[in-house]
């Protein structure tokens, strides 16, 4: 049976209690807000019923449709909604949203046996060039050829499964004048996390499949930005790995040299996000690219600190934080800035090395994500110029909340594709 949805400013009839969200008639129910947020509440509460058939009718709004499908999402349903009339640009832009989220959301719930390090990198690279395929080409480096290659971080996070790590090298050029892009994106791609010798307990390790969200979220943000028309050159990065205790896995103690020369001592084997993104970031650099933004699932630390509503966003360039949070606030994507200084760059020291890539206590200790954002840093040109940071506190769901289903959120994409379309 389809239900037919309807939206009203109206109050509920009382007999369904007093500010009810939603009520119910014959085949119908409608929604008492045009709220966005609370439309997809509203979408989650009907989900709840069983129900997964939906037809949206009247006037409906394109944040209002993409919010009742935000809430309707469910991992283990076809969900099938029929969509309100659109302007043919609005409905475009919700097509496109949902093919885009659609895709992200089902690589994050992927279990990790079938997303290896090597699929993921092949599954985002066929996702973009799908969408442009005379304007995209890429190359991924993988197993001992990370190593040859300089890709130290992904190569000593990953060596210690059967399953090769690997980094994907994208280039998006719709004008074919190969020069530097405008945008280099970066993501953290950990198919699955056990955290090495730092080992995770069971309950922790659960949902490490997830661990790849930085990557499904850089590559939604391309995919987007492309289907909204950008004709500017960016290159995307994805550092794939898994992290996997073996004879042959990285140890806690280890030395690493990165092409810039910087070593780095590992004092937390659970830390592992931040030593294959410095691979990215690395060749983010060398690209010329003016901006620069990665994103990653990196620290608990930021989801104790904001949550899991929002994103947490560092740079050590104000104007480009600004400008961030402000095209995120226009996409209706709740981001919050959370500290970054220069001196966060030495709050990892070594006895050892140039720096650790943690601190030898649990959750990196007081100012884990900054001190995180600040070992990236050491990672990035031009002093962070033109550098976004975004740990994705938002990007998976244990379980059901009153807005989102279990799983992969996508909260994220839409940021960064409105930033690369203004780059």
């Known amino acids: 049976m389809t239900l037919d949805i309807y939206l009203s400013s109206d109050s509920a009839p009382a007999q369904w209690g007093e500010g009810a969200l939603l009520s119910f008639k014959d085949d119908s129910a ?22 997964s058939f939906f037809a949206l009718k009247g006037d409906w709004q394109l944040e209002q449709q993409w919010a009742f499908f935000q809430g309707a999402y469910e991992p283990k349903v076809d969900v099938q909604i029929d969509f309100a009339n659109l302007s043919e640009a609005d409905s475009q832009e919700l097509d496109s949203r949902i093919q885009v989220s659609r895709w992200m959301r089902s690589m994050v719930n992927e279990t990790p046996e079938v997303l290896a390090p090597e699929v993921l990198a092949q599954e985002a690279a066929q996702f973009i060039q799908g969408l442009a395929p005379d304007h995209v080409s890429y190359d991924i480096v993988s197993g001992d050829d990370l190593e040859k290659q300089g890709h130290i971080g992904t190569w000593e996070v990953g060596r210690g499964s059967t399953r090769p790590p690997a980094l994907l090298k994208l280039k998006f050029d719709p004008k074919g004048d190969k020069g530097a892009p405008v945008a280099a994106l970066v993501g953290k791609g950990i198919t699955f996390d056990s955290g090495g010798y730092s080992i995770k307990p069971s309950a922790g390790m659960l949902h490490m499949k997830a661990d790849m969200g930085g990557a499904a979220t850089v590559t939604g943000g391309l995919a987007l930005a492309i289907l909204r028309g950008l004709d500017k050159p960016v290159n995307l990065y994805l550092c794939c790995a898994e992290n996997l205790i073996s004879g042959h896995a990285y140890k806690l103690g280890d030395i690493l040299t990165y092409p810039n020369g910087l070593t780095v001592e590992i004092q937390n084997t659970d830390a592992e996000g931040r030593v294959v993104m410095a691979d990215g970031l690395l060749l983010a650099g060398q690209s010329g690219a003016k901006t620069i933004i990665d994103a990653a ?37 709740r981001h919050w800035p959370l500290p970054l200084e220069p001196f966060h760059a030495h709050r990892c020291p070594s006895h050892f090395a140039d720096t650790a890539n943690s601190r030898a206590v649990k959750g990196g200790g007081p100012g884990g994500a900054s001190n995180a954002a600040g070992f990236l840093s050491r990672f990035v040109p031009n002093n962070g110029q033109g550098w976004i940071h975004v740990d994705l506190a938002s990007a998976y769901n244990d379980s059901p909340t009153p807005k989102w289903s279990a799983g992969g959120t996508g909260l994220g994409f839409r940021s960064i594709a409105a930033k690369l379309l203004k780059s």
């Open 30 to 51: 409608t929604i008492h807000t045009e709220h966005p947020e609370l439309i997809q509440v509203a979408a989650r509460r009907l989900m709840t019923q069983g129900l």
């Open 297 to 333: 699932t990196l620290t608990g630390a930021a989801v104790t600190a904001v949550g899991g509503d929002y994103n947490a966003v560092f740079a050590l360039d104000d104007s480009a934080r600004a400008e961030f949070l402000s095209i995120a606030e226009s996409e209706n994507e």
